[in-house]
């Protein structure tokens, strides 16, 4: 019950206060500060790290909570690690790709059998990368690591297992036509990946994304020192080792598994969004073309597919992640969420960002904490919204439509 109630407060609680100019107030940020105590308190997850800023820097981050619900359990901290969940999929096997397209190694239009002969069975022959990356495949939206191991050959690793099953699959919408959110696109991202890099993505990575941002903490494989920082998923799984059931049965160590896996913190995050929002340089380093990261960010898809995505973003388009502004081409909200309770969100028309890592599934997965964590993460983004002089008329007249028909 307690729950319900904050994800209510949450949602409908009054918007933070702006300075006369625009600019948030002190009490703005605090505001949200008392909404991820209140989160924590609520047993939403026992650790949060919130990171928020815009395209020159960090202008607010908050830490709070311990590792577990234990009182004796390690406090949260700004270097603490999480497990990205799905957000690997963009700061992790999305990212790789734009790499690879940027050393025209890749493209768009590349055939996915092209790199990975045999994926073309059961009519999946034209499917291309970019149907991989706007999940536009066909393929469904999970598969079970315990039907892939009743079929998968002797001495075949797991994650070469996964590949072939992927490969066999009959899809469950003719491709190009349906946006289906799926795990199975990103493996096989991934794969494609490493085929045309000819190394592990996690290397690929470091080298050219991670390494020259100072992302210190980001990879799929942890060191000791490193698990140790890492806030645990759920009970019997141990610090350090991906939640998610596909990638955990895929493995990090040989290839990495694309749709989860990675793990990072609040500073590296930040990095990253910042990297974006200066359109793929940071520092005097170019890390992706600036071109190819704005056309990633369009509307790759079309309405009659469902849901708008863009080439490996999550393209926002509903309140209170967005406003009626960020509708507009080149004004987007992008970023991505991850199941274990993390979130990356980048405004492009004001270029303010923020980065919200928790680990909600601990000790164990729950409806309720699904929908807690959701109301927390629209509770952050609508107050950051508030904020930006560049909405101040819009949400003026939108917090007066209420009160002008009582």
Known sequence: MLKSILSLAILLAVAAPVSADGGATNSAWMDIDHLIDAAIADHTAPGVVLFAGNKDGVLHEYVAGRHTYDANS????????????????????????????GDDKLSSTTLVPQILPGFEANGKGDVAILDLARHTSGL?????????????????????????????????NPPHTKVVYSCLNFQLLARVNETVAGRR????????????????????????????????????IAPGTVHDPLASYHGSEVHCPGNAGLFS???DMARYCLMVLNRGELDGKRILKKDLLEWSFQRQTTPEMGDGRGFIWDLWEAKPYVTDLNKQPGHQVVGHTGYTG????????????????????????????????????????????RMQPEYADYFAKQDAEPSAGN
């Open 201 to 236: 993505q996690e290397d690929l990575l470091r080298e050219r994304v991670y390494g020259p941002l100072g992302m210190k903490d980001t990879g799929y494989l942890l060191t000791p020192e490193q698990k140790s920082r890492t806030l645990p998923s759920q009970e019997g």
């Open 342 to 385: 993390t979130m990356v969100w980048i405004d492009l028309y004001t270029e303010h960002w923020f980065v919200l890592l928790t680990n909600r599934t601990w000790p164990d997965d729950s409806k309720e904490s699904s929908a807690a964590i959701a109301a927390l993460r629209k509770g952050v983004a609508d107050r950051i919204l």
């Open 265 to 267: 913190t609040g500073p």
């Open 74 to 101: 390690p406090k949260v901290t700004r270097d603490s690690i999480f497990d990205m969940a799905s957000v690997s999929k963009l700061a992790g096997t999305g990212t790789a790709t734009l790499v690879l397209m």
């Open 140 to 172: 469904k939206a999970y598969e079970s690591s315990k039907n892939v191991e009743k079929t998968r050959p002797e001495g075949m690793s797991h994650a070469d297992a996964l590949v072939a099953a992927y490969s066999n699959l009959v899809p469950s």
